[in-house]
Every structure is written in C-alpha cells, then in structure tokens.
C-alpha cells in the first residue's frame, strides 16, 4: 500500500488549505485513514482520522476548524483546514491502518507534505 499526498502550502493566519490523500494497492476494507502532523522540536500527533464505519479522532486544537471526509468506496481522504494559526505550521503525513483481516494493525505513511501558517 502506497499513500499518495496532495495539497497544503503556505497560508495566512486565518485563511485555508486542504489536505487529499490517496491509498494504492489492497488496503483492507476496513481501515482508518487521516493526518498526523510534527512541528519542529515536537512528536508526531494525530490531526484527524476517520474510520470506514465513520469513527472520528482529532486533536482538540483542531476542533471547530478542520474537517475530515472520506470518499465513499475509494480509499481516499481528504482534510479542510480551515481558521489556520501559526501553530498548525508541521509537516503534515498521510496515515492510514488497517483494521481487519491479516494485516490487522498495519501502519503505512505517506511522504510528509508541508504546511506553513504565516504572515
């Protein structure tokens, strides 16, 4: 399984990005997959993820400003960041695990992507 990122950039405080993802190869049909982010001198943190059956995880300093969506049947996702601070500035990995089957638990990564907050 290959995750394939797009979006993110640069933005001012305030304004948007977005954030797709895209797996390739057989990822289990039930899986979760969303961002994970690490900011310089910090660890890795979930940003948001969202299941196949629709279960959301996410970062408090997140909450009411990013949103995350799946396309349905397609192993894809996709995340709206919205109201950006400076604080969002991280690199931002695509992650995906699977949840069922033989892989049960198997982790895969995109490459990061960077998104910067400034003005």
């Known amino acids: 399984v290959q995750l394939q990122a797009s979006g993110g950039g640069s933005a001012e405080p305030g304004g948007s990005l977005r954030l797709s993802c895209a797996a390739s190869g057989s990822l289990f049909s039930e899986n979760a997959m969303g961002w994970y982010r690490q900011a310089p001198g910090r660890e890795r943190e979930v940003v948001y993820a969202m299941t196949t059956g629709g279960s959301v995880d996410y970062a408090n300093s997140v909450k009411g400003r990013f949103t995350i969506s799946r396309d349905k049947g397609k192993n894809t996702v996709h995340l709206q960041m919205n109201s950006l601070k400076p604080e969002d500035t991280a690199i931002y990995y695509c992650?995906?695990?699977?949840?069922?089957?033989?892989?049960?638990?198997?982790?895969?990564w995109g490459k990061g992507t960077q998104v910067t907050v400034s003005s």
């Open positions: 992650h995906a695990v699977e949840l069922g089957g033989v892989n049960y638990g198997v982790e895969y």
